[in-house]
């Protein structure tokens, strides 16, 4: 169990916590502020690199991760200093990642080259939709103009372009997005995030919805419908989902996020930041304080992360579980078993594989195009009473 993390890889997520507007989907620890100390807050990511580093000396780094709030409001100097300090911490792996989400504007597109000088080697970027009313209603401060030109630039900087887009968006119909899907994979590098928008508790949109307000949005058929045309047009195009909202040509996949899916070791450092660390044979689960100033303030001590909390191994196996079925190569029953000290029901897995909702492979198992559209009823199934 010491060493079990392995299989999924190590990883380092730093978050920025600052945007220059709140999007009304958007539920993520991001805040807006005109005041930010830049050299404040490179020490204190810096001080927190090194308190980590002296925890997993030693250890092979597979990826590192900016994300957000809007990372490409991060001073470039911010960037190398973390990425010089990583570096002097931690060994890097022969194919190493390093991502930082970045958000469409001019400004954000002028650094990009300074990013890449810094070691930045795979940009993932929030265009979200493809046309400006649709922009405009997510609140989205960039025009479809400025993401196209932003997007040409970082493919001249970087290795590797990923972009998000949301769908099933107000008003939005299957013909809409069909259409826009084709634009996007005539324009992809070789990744590709597509969402579908969800509702959530405390956003604007939530507000505006329980309120009778947000107008529009798709019926659950209309949904499915989109989501099966995603699939459809995303496998003639050669990026099929590795993931259940994740498309990717083979072996573009982020390496960061599979580390999350495979049940890796990652730090999370900044605001909010979640980690899993698995120190002297136990598993933990990290969380950092949420609000910047208090995060910021604490840093000086080395006290960001609240109170720790062990992971018992049958908890590690339902992560395991939950995480590994999103993506498109599934689970190691065996491995599943040796965190839960039991196998799963084979009962229901054949029940499971006998309606086509998940498929069995000697020991491997994995959810089916058509599961992964139901894949919490799925879990919820297998998950032992």
Not at 64 to 71: A, I, L, N
Not at 201 to 213: I, V
Not at 223 to 239: K, N, R
């Amino acid at each position: 169990m010491t060493e079990e993390w392995r299989q999924g890889g190590f990883g380092l997520y730093l978050h920025w916590p600052f945007c220059a507007a709140k999007c009304p989907y958007c539920d993520f620890n991001s805040h807006v502020s005109n005041a930010i100390d830049h050299d404040a807050w490179r020490a204190a990511f810096l001080r927190e690199i090194d308190r980590y580093a002296e925890l997993t000396q030693g250890r092979l780094l597979n990826s590192v991760f900016f994300g957000g709030g809007t990372p490409s409001l991060m001073p470039a100097e911010t960037v190398q200093a973390i990425l010089d300090r990583i570096r002097h911490h931690w060994t890097f792996a022969n194919d190493m990642e390093i991502t930082l989400e970045a958000n469409p504007g001019s400004v954000e597109a002028t650094r990009f080259a300074a990013y890449a000088d810094a070691g930045v080697d795979r940009v993932s970027m929030g265009i979200q939709a493809l046309n400006d009313p649709d922009l405009r209603r997510l609140g989205r401060i960039h025009t479809v103009a400025e993401a196209r030109a932003a997007f040409d630039i970082a493919r001249t900087q970087f290795k590797r372009v990923s972009f998000d887009l949301i769908y099933a968006r107000q008003d939005q119909s299957l013909v809409d997005w069909r259409a826009e899907l084709s634009t996007a994979l005539s324009m992809a590098v070789d990744h590709l995030s597509l969402y579908q928008l969800t509702i959530e508790p405390g956003t604007a949109f939530g507000a505006r919805f329980d309120a009778g307000g947000l107008k529009g949005l798709p019926e659950d058929d209309l949904a499915v419908d989109m989501y099966e045309a995603t699939q459809e047009l995303c496998d003639a195009a050669g990026m099929p989902a590795y993931e259940v909202s994740n498309h990717a040509r083979p072996g573009a996949e982020s390496r960061h996020n599979l580390i999350y899916w495979q049940h890796g070791d990652y730090i999370g450092i900044g605001p909010g930041a979640h980690g899993r660390l698995t120190l002297d044979g136990t598993r933990w689960a990290t969380e950092a304080f949420a609000h910047p100033d208090a995060w910021l303030m604490r840093s000086d001590a080395g006290q960001t992360e609240k109170p720790r909390l062990a992971i018992p191994p049958k908890e590690q196996a339902g992560e395991y579980l939950m995480m590994g079925l999103r993506i498109a190569r599934g689970i190691d029953l065996l491995r599943y078993e040796n965190l839960a000290g039991a196998p799963l029901d084979q009962a229901k897995i054949d029940h499971l594989q006998a309606i086509g909702m998940v498929r069995q492979t000697g020991t491997t198992l994995a959810a089916t195009p058509q599961g992964r559209i139901v894949l919490n009823a799925v879990i919820t199934e297998l998950l032992p009473d």
